[in-house]
């Protein structure tokens, strides 16, 4: 069993959980081809891409996790269709020697959780403290109606001695789940900022000293004092297909894309209504800052062409790995997003 330990996000990588969409059976009830062979093509392409970031991790010496996604087939829901484990960092993060259970998630990521993580390593946040003791330490299939208080791990960002919280993320109890990371981690300094999402695809510290940033989310010379921060504005995942995207970006209110599907309005309709819980908001999303790291010299990356990108790195003697993900701008997730660091070096 594994111990986990991270106490930042450039010391070498040991350990990774690597996140899995639902197979392409899993739409093989949708009788409308124009709706299902879009969904199976995504999901295959998306399984190559993934299997080619393993096969990546594991020349660089980690060892992968893969949950399986446990679910019915999509005729079987009567409503929006759950999420699968695609993205793990959404629901648990590490800190230190311990694994935090934040929010519900895919059943399949916590069947990983209990077949791979040390039972006394896991450490439980408020939200869903229930569920996750059923789901943790028994083999029931529990669901949780307290959607309302979910405490999203992506807000959250630890770096060696201090827990970075974005108070504007965590939702209406955050000064609750302020107060039990400082209870629970009386050796962290906390630090509380206001970006109002999923910071930590919002900045990555990359390298002791170097940050890749979105523009204006903090003041780093408060958080990180002497820090070089690399600043991305003007940079989103769409750059180079505006103008497909602005073809049908009304028809998903910015949320998501699918090269080549700008006119399926049966399948751009089917998402919208039953696969809510699957996209997020893409035009707002920098994969160039949403990167892995590997080690203080590598880090994984899913687009080559971004000079003030390749600069920095090189700057910082960081060399780049090019990792594809074609259907990014569908999951709404880069690489950082769909892995979690259990183990690094310390």
């Not at 995942?237 to 090269?259: A, G, P």
């Amino acid at each position: 069993m594994i111990v986990p330990h991270v106490r930042n996000k450039w010391d070498k990588l040991k350990t990774v959980m690597l996140g899995t969409p639902h197979m392409p059976e899993f739409f093989d009830g949708i009788k409308n081809a124009k709706i299902r062979e879009p969904l199976k093509q995504i999901t295959h392409e998306t399984i190559e891409d993934l299997d080619n970031f393993e096969r990546i991790l594991k020349d660089f010496g980690c060892k992968v996790i893969r949950p399986e996604t446990e679910h019915k087939h999509i005729e079987e829901y009567n409503g929006v269709v759950p999420r699968n484990a695609m993205q793990p960092r959404d629901g648990q993060l590490v800190i230190d020697n311990k694994l935090v259970l934040t929010t519900d998630d895919n059943k399949g990521i916590s069947t990983a959780i209990k077949q791979h993580i040390d039972k006394s390593s896991i450490m439980i946040a408020p939200a869903y403290t229930d569920m996750y003791r059923q789901r943790i330490t028994k083999d029931t299939d529990f669901e949780s109606e307290e959607a309302n208080l979910k405490l999203y791990a992506p807000c959250i960002t630890v770096v060696n001695d201090k827990i970075i919280i974005d108070n504007l993320g965590l939702g209406k109890n955050a000064e609750r789940d302020v107060e039990w990371f400082k209870n629970k981690f009386p050796n962290k300094k906390i630090e509380v900022v206001k970006v109002g999402g999923h910071s930590d695809a919002c900045f990555n510290t990359v390298k002791e000293g170097a940050i890749l940033s979105l523009y204006d989310i903090m003041t780093y010379e408060e958080t990180f004092p002497g820090w070089d921060v690399c600043y991305l504005p003007d940079q989103g995942s769409h750059h180079q297909y505006r103008l497909q995207w602005e073809d049908w970006k009304e028809k998903v209110e910015n949320r998501w894309y699918v090269e080549g599907q700008g006119d399926n309005d049966e399948f751009i309709n089917y998402v919208n209504t039953w696969l809510d819980e699957w996209v997020g908001n893409v035009w707002e999303t920098v994969f160039d800052v949403n990167v892995l790291t590997l080690d203080p010299n590598h880090v994984c990356i899913s687009q080559q062409t971004n000079e003030t990108v390749n600069a920095f790195l090189k700057k910082h003697k960081i060399e780049p790995v090019y990792v594809p993900l074609r259907h990014r701008w569908f999951w709404d997730s880069g690489l950082h997003c769909i892995t979690l660091d259990l183990e690094r070096e310390y």
